[in-house]
T-cell receptor, first 107, second 113 residues
Framework: GIQVEQSPPDLILQEGANSTLRCNFS?????LQWFHQNPWGQLINLFY???GTKQNGRLSATTVATERYSLLYISSSQTTDSGVYFC?????????FGTGTSLTVIP | NAGVTQTPKFQVLKTGQSMTLQCAQD?????MYWYRQDPGMGLRLIYY???????DKGEVPNGYNVSRLNKREFSLRLESAAPSQTSVYFC????????????FGPGTRLTVL
């Protein structure tokens, strides 16, 4: 299967700061998704983004499929943004998750 | 709409015992999935069902069986639980397998002693 690598593994931000999370994948993918796992364990989908750029409020994502990476931007971070951010890549019949970026936003 | 529901929320088993994890979705989705999440790791796909009546292996299928009971329900069975199966299990669904986002249930925390 493909390798999905996320960086950084951990991130601590002051409330109001901006951040960029990166997801690299080792082969061509059918689609790429970003998820947020909150401190209670619930997984929420953020973006379905096989290519191009999407924005949703303070969050936006860009996938450059030809260069095999995706970026998640968080602007004006809030304490409720804390949790783990996962990217997941689909190739054929399989879905592969990265190991996540753990984000802590402090007041 | 409840979205994706899972039962039970927590379960403790002894080695060798069997159990079935239940999952149901009310979004009329075609595809359903079972994942496991181990500490410090991302999710790994166990089995999926692209549509009613079909099931296929994911990345880590050994020790598990699944049943797509109908369009709404997808169950995961552990026939003889092992400590290595201690994990959090998530069910998910999507409209179609490869071209749509997945929606996750709240998870089942399973401990095998």
């Amino acid at each position: 299967g493909i390798q999905v690598e996320q960086s950084p593994p951990d991130l601590i931000l002051q409330e109001g700061a901006n951040s960029t999370l990166r997801c690299n994948f080792s082969d061509s993918v059918n689609n790429l998704q970003w998820f947020h796992q909150n401190p209670w364990g619930q997984l929420i989908n953020l973006f379905y983004i096989p290519s191009g750029t999407k924005q949703n409020g303070r969050l936006s994502a860009t996938t450059v499929a030809t260069e095999r990476y995706s970026l998640l931007y968080i602007s004006s971070s809030q304490t409720t943004d804390s949790g783990v951010y996962f990217c997941a890549a689909n190739t054929g019949n399989q879905f592969y998750f990265g190991t996540g970026t753990s984000l802590t936003v402090i007041p | 709409n409840a979205g994706v529901t899972q039962t039970p929320k927590f379960q403790v088993l002894k080695t060798g015992q069997s159990m079935t994890l239940q999952c149901a979705q009310d979004m009329n989705h075609n595809s359903m999935y079972w994942y496991r999440q181990d500490p410090g790791m991302g999710l790994r796909l166990i089995y999926y069902s692209a549509s009613e009546g079909t099931t296929d292996k994911g990345e880590v299928p050994n020790g598990y069986n699944v049943s797509r009971l109908n369009k709404r329900e997808f169950s995961l069975r552990l026939e003889s639980a092992a400590p290595s199966q201690t994990s959090v299990y998530f069910c998910a669904s999507s409209v179609f397998r490869t071209v749509d986002t997945q929606y996750f249930g709240p998870g089942t925390r399973l401990t095998v002693l």
